[in-house]
């Protein structure tokens, strides 16, 4: 602080001498132009011309001088004031201010940067929770479909379970006294030979009298195609059997194995009680047997 102090004087000082050697060249340079003026004009107007020149000389030199004196004057002050600000600047307690300043404005600078960089992770952390929540959404959804699907795979395999356990179970046999509705599985086709009433269906059958023995036949033609145990036509061969009164008799010719387990499947279903026996080689035919034999049903 003290070398700009010395500076600062330097400089006013230098100023005002350039002033004054400007004020003093003037002078001498007006001085010589008087003295050629006057070598070159005649002897009777040398001491007019002299008189003229000296007066407008003096005049101009007192001129610049007054406006040197102004100027001295300006130049003063504007020291005295630059002395005194730098002076001010100087002290102790105006360079503790300034260094309080300072380190202030470093402390908001590095708190500005500080937020800056807070800002930035707040907004990078909401946009990843944004995506977060986009995802986890997704994956409800697609969680809610998965449960949605296993529920139903669930409820099919219980009743698959459900069936193939009712269908593999080691049948139990046990004795009925119940009236028998005799049914043919011949050639992929259900017949109903009897009714539930005890009389001969002649819509799926044919009866005829071999030596004085009852015979029945499939009826060609007649029948219902098994082909699932949802099949309204199947179940329509169902009505009027009682489950307290009846059970079914069926016969099974060796070509229809593959139909039975529908068949069977759809007795279970219904609760019907049934007895199943297979046709002789070859034979499709049905003898009415008497009443009082005894029948096993599962």
Do not use: W
Not at 113 to 141: D, F, K, P, Y
């Amino acid at each position: 602080m003290t070398k700009r102090r010395s500076v600062s004087q330097s400089d006013s000082l230098d100023l005002l001498l350039d002033t004054i050697c400007n004020t003093f060249g003037a002078v001498i340079f007006i001085s010589i132009l008087v003295a050629i003026l006057a070598g070159r004009s005649g002897p009777e107007s040398n001491s007019q011309l002299e008189q003229s020149a000296t007066e407008t000389l003096v005049q101009e030199c007192q001129q610049q001088i007054a406006a040197a004196r102004i100027r001295l004057r300006q130049l003063s002050t504007q020291h005295a004031q630059q002395q005194r600000l730098i002076d001010r600047l100087t002290s102790d307690e105006s360079r503790h201010l300034a260094s309080q300043v300072v380190a202030v404005s470093q402390q908001h600078l590095t708190l500005s940067e500080e937020r800056a960089s807070r800002v930035m992770s707040v907004s990078e952390i909401q946009a990843s929770n944004v995506e977060v929540n986009e995802q986890l959404n997704r994956q409800a959804g697609e969680l809610a479909r998965t449960t949605e699907v296993n529920r139903q795979l669930h409820l099919e395999l219980s009743k698959a379970v459900e069936l193939a356990a009712r269908t593999a179970t080691i049948p139990k046999v046990r004795r009925t006294t119940k009236q028998g509705v005799a049914y043919m599985l011949h050639r992929s086709k259900l017949h109903r030979a009897t009714t539930p009433d005890g009389f001969i269906d002649d819509v799926d059958c044919i009866e005829s009298d071999r030596l004085g023995t009852t015979v029945i036949a499939p009826r060609p033609g007649a029948g219902v195609k098994v082909t699932s145990e949802e099949d309204p036509g199947l179940k329509k061969r169902l009505i009027g059997i009682r489950k307290s009164e009846h059970f079914v008799r069926l016969f099974v010719s060796r070509d229809s194995f593959a139909q039975f387990q529908p068949l069977k499947t759809l007795f279970i279903r219904s609760g019907f009680e049934y007895e199943v026996i297979l046709f002789s080689e070859g034979s499709a035919e049905l003898v009415l047997a008497p009443s009082d034999i005894e029948s096993f049903v599962q």
